[in-house]
């Protein structure tokens, strides 16, 4: 936590992975975000934290465009990731969530093994020439998850049957294994118990150094723990976004103190 | 307050411990209610399955025995030898059948002799029991004129009610004499059956034969219409899956939750409450009078009964989808799969037991469903035969088995009822073996996971 200052510096001065520039974000007549404007930083942790309900989940699904399967879901203004609209209708979404991967708030392993659940998404998308590239892409994948000592033997084995942790550690890997820039994660400890959750944040905080993360959470001290900047949602609006220290210990907006100090939430 | 509750007994028993206020022991009057309620609730499931089984086992028990006598059938085996010359006297008389009824009732009375019985028969008591013989002969050895000479054993049907003498149908008490039969022929039945001459064999032409004539019963086999239902479930099964399951995917998975797909929707559940003459007259309207297929075909009935199957097999596709859960779809979706490729890589294959359960239900109904049927000309008809090849199997016309079941229910002659019960036994048979098939194929979609 010492080196804090310095990464805050680092990651200022580069220019930002993902910039949001007045989202608004309707379901049918509900206006679910409003005017949302946000730098994300690469290679570091942006936290979101918010009471249930305040849009943060709903604004990190328009990163990578999962809001389409929402049929009434209408999202305008602009979201760039490296300088390119990915609301353009140029772009394929199916492309956008190539690099743009997602870890969802339950553990959605696919019911096959846990090689398959790797495998998926490099197959699809032609990343293996051959069968002994697919073989190293599942394994560095899962030791990039920190899953590869538990589960090297038995890769055949259903990814249905390991403990929760170890599935969401399983979903982290299989977001990998499409080399993605981007890593969404929608809550994703809070179907674990505190030591699967305390594996999955030491994770989170290994893989910052290649990609880029965004985590959604309901837990104050999870955001201060793995985040190096949080946003605070309330009510649909981006109330405050600032390095993490600075919203925990200083924040500029009443609403955000309130929330951080328990007074609604 | 605990201590004012205290009754002197529980006193004694617990000198230390307070004894509690409310006994867990003692079951208040709700706790007694609830538990009453319970028990009669399982009373009734109980009394409710016995019910259902007890109906089962009549049923099967009614089928069995009725139908068992289907399965056999009274013969009467004769074996003597015609000569050429024999043969050509024959063929100059102008009756020619009698004549060859006379070798058949000569050789009868030889084998009379021989064994040492003294029955009285005349040619008439002969033909009432066997029918007319000389026809069947003449036209065997018409066509094998190389067996003259030598010794043919000739084993011919007996008539419906010998048939029904030997297992019970008719009793000398409950027949009146009639020119079908008379009391006095069932002397010589009785004669010939221990001769060995007339004998009950197990009845292989009921189960490869085809349909037969209104005044043979002894000859009516329900092969063909087998053959012709086992063709109607090619149609059904290979146009009902395929369009079913992707109108469903489509439905589910693709299509904009509107107006139009609601319209839809409704519809699709309002066909499948659409009674299934319906659907046979429209099959007659459009199949046969407008499309001109060929009446009487399968082809047509297998069209009419994928119309009628549609409905059942996109309901319990689509609800079979709806119940893969949503996470494995964002799953497929997060990684980057295209809609279509977490649907057929993902979602479907989750659905599948669901849909082949669905599909198999679709196919029993189709397999039993009989009106639709009436309307396109399976029912009434008398198959001739199998179909000579594959696609002829499609397109000549045949019957299917629950027609074939009616034909024959509503024919005069009793035996034809009988064989009316035996034909339910091996549509149960045929329907039993499908849905065997279709739960082991289910089991192996759902080892895969």
């Known amino acids: 936590?010492?080196?804090?200052?310095?990464?805050?510096?680092?990651?200022?001065?580069?220019?930002?992975?993902?910039?949001?520039?007045?989202?608004?974000?309707?379901?049918?007549?509900?206006?679910?975000?409003?005017?949302?404007?946000?730098?994300?930083?690469?290679?570091?942790?942006?936290?979101?934290?918010?009471?249930?309900?305040?849009?943060?989940?709903?604004?990190?699904?328009?990163?990578?465009?999962?809001?389409?399967?929402?049929?009434?879901?209408?999202?305008?203004?602009?979201?760039?990731?490296?300088?390119?609209?990915?609301?353009?209708?140029?772009?394929?979404?199916?492309?956008?969530?190539?690099?743009?991967?997602?870890?969802?708030?339950?553990?959605?392993?696919?019911?096959?093994?846990?090689?398959?659940?790797?495998?998926?998404?490099?197959?699809?998308?032609?990343?293996?020439?051959?069968?002994?590239?697919?073989?190293?892409?599942?394994?560095?994948?899962?030791?990039?998850?920190?899953?590869?000592?538990?589960?090297?033997?038995?890769?055949?084995?259903?990814?249905?049957?390991?403990?929760?942790?170890?599935?969401?550690?399983?979903?982290?890997?299989?977001?990998?294994?499409?080399?993605?820039?981007?890593?969404?994660m929608d809550e994703p400890c809070s179907a674990l118990d505190p030591i699967a959750t305390a594996k999955v944040e030491e994770l989170i905080d290994e893989l910052r150094e290649n990609y880029t993360i965004v985590i959604v959470t309901h837990s104050m001290q999870q955001a201060a723990r793995v985040s190096q900047r949080t946003a605070f949602f309330h009510l649909g609006v981006l109330v405050e976004e600032g390095p993490t220290d600075n919203i925990f210990t200083n924040p500029k907006d009443k609403r955000t103190q309130d929330y951080i100090t328990g007074r609604f939430g | 307050m605990t201590d004012s509750t205290l009754t002197p007994e529980a006193n004694d028993t617990s000198a230390k411990a307070p004894a509690p206020s409310r006994s867990l022991y003692a079951l208040d009057d709700l706790t007694k209610k609830r538990n009453a309620a319970e028990k009669r609730f399982q009373a009734y499931g109980i009394a409710a399955i016995l019910i259902g089984l007890l109906f089962l086992v009549v049923l099967a028990y009614?089928?069995?025995?009725?139908?068992?006598?289907?399965f056999t059938r009274t013969v009467v085996q004769v074996e003597f030898t015609i000569t050429q010359e024999q043969f050509d006297a024959a063929e100059k008389e102008l009756f020619k059948t009698k004549a060859y009824e006379r070798f058949f009732i000569g050789a009868l009375q030889g084998q009379f002799e021989e064994s040492g019985l003294n029955v009285p028969f005349d040619a008439k008591a002969i033909e009432r029991i066997v029918g007319k013989t000389g026809g069947t002969i003449r036209e065997y050895f018409r066509a094998n004129p190389d067996k003259l000479g030598e010794p043919v054993a000739f084993e011919l049907a007996a008539s419906s009610r010998v048939d029904g003498y030997m297992n019970g149908r008719v009793t000398r008490e409950t027949m009146t004499d009639s020119r079908f039969l008379q009391a006095s022929d069932l002397d010589i039945v009785d004669a010939l059956v221990e001769t060995e001459v007339i004998k009950t064999v197990f009845n292989w032409n009921f189960i490869t034969g085809a349909d037969s004539g209104v005044d043979n019963p002894g000859g009516a086999g329900i092969g063909a219409s087998v053959i012709g239902s086992f063709f109607m479930m090619l149609v059904v099964l290979f146009l009902s899956l395929p369009i079913g399951v992707a109108a469903s995917i489509y439905l589910e998975e693709f299509a904009p939750q509107n107006r139009f797909t609601d319209l839809i929707e409704v519809n699709i559940s309002n066909l499948a409450a659409v009674p299934s003459i319906v659907f046979g007259i429209l099959g007659l309207a459009v199949f046969i009078q407008f499309m001109h297929l060929p009446q009487s075909a399968p082809l047509v009935g297998g069209l009419v009964l994928t119309l009628m199957t549609l409905p059942t097999i996109i309901i319990s596709t689509r609800a079979s989808l709806k119940a893969v859960p949503p996470s494995i779809r964002d799953a497929a979706l997060g990684v980057g799969a295209s809609k279509m490729q977490a649907t057929?890589?993902?979602?479907?294959?989750l659905a599948m037991p669901g849909i082949l359960t669905g599909t198999i239900i679709g196919l029993a109904q189709a397999l039993g469903e009989t009106a639709p049927l009436l309307l396109i000309g399976m029912v009434g008809f008398v198959a001739r035969g199998y179909p000579d090849g594959f696609i002829a199997g499609f397109t000549e016309p045949n019957s299917a088995m629950p027609a074939q079941i009616y034909t024959w229910a509503a024919r005069a002659d009793f035996a034809f009822y009988e064989k009316a019960w035996g034909g339910i036994i091996v549509l149960l048979v045929f329907l039993l073996s499908m849905n065997i098939l279709a739960i082991i194929l289910r089991r192996r979609f759902e080892r895969r996971w």
Not at chain 1, 59 to 64: C, E, V
Not at chain 1, 73 to 86: A, Q, Y
Not at chain 1, 154 to 165: A, I, Q, V, W, Y
């Open chain 2, 62 to 70: 009614s089928i069995i025995s009725k139908g068992i006598p289907a």
């Open chain 1, 1 to 184: 936590m010492n080196e804090m200052p310095n990464i805050e510096q680092a990651t200022a001065m580069t220019e930002s992975k993902i910039s949001a520039d007045k989202v608004q974000v309707y379901y049918g007549d509900n206006h679910a975000i409003k005017d949302v404007d946000i730098e994300i930083q690469p290679r570091s942790v942006t936290a979101f934290i918010g009471p249930s309900g305040c849009g943060k989940s709903t604004f990190l699904r328009t990163i990578n465009r999962m809001n389409d399967t929402i049929e009434f879901c209408r999202v305008e203004g602009s979201i760039r990731i490296d300088g390119e609209d990915i609301y353009d209708p140029k772009v394929d979404p199916v492309q956008l969530r190539a690099k743009v991967g997602m870890v969802f708030q339950k553990p959605n392993p696919f019911p096959k093994s846990i090689y398959d659940n790797i495998a998926y998404g490099p197959r699809i998308h032609g990343l293996a020439r051959n069968k002994s590239e697919l073989d190293d892409i599942v394994s560095s994948s899962l030791q990039k998850a920190g899953l590869w000592d538990e589960v090297k033997d038995r890769l055949d084995e259903p990814g249905t049957g390991m403990s929760g942790g170890q599935q969401q550690r399983l979903c982290i890997a299989r977001a990998i294994a499409v080399s993605p820039e981007v890593i969404l």
């Open chain 2, 344 to 349: 057929f890589h993902h979602v479907l294959p």
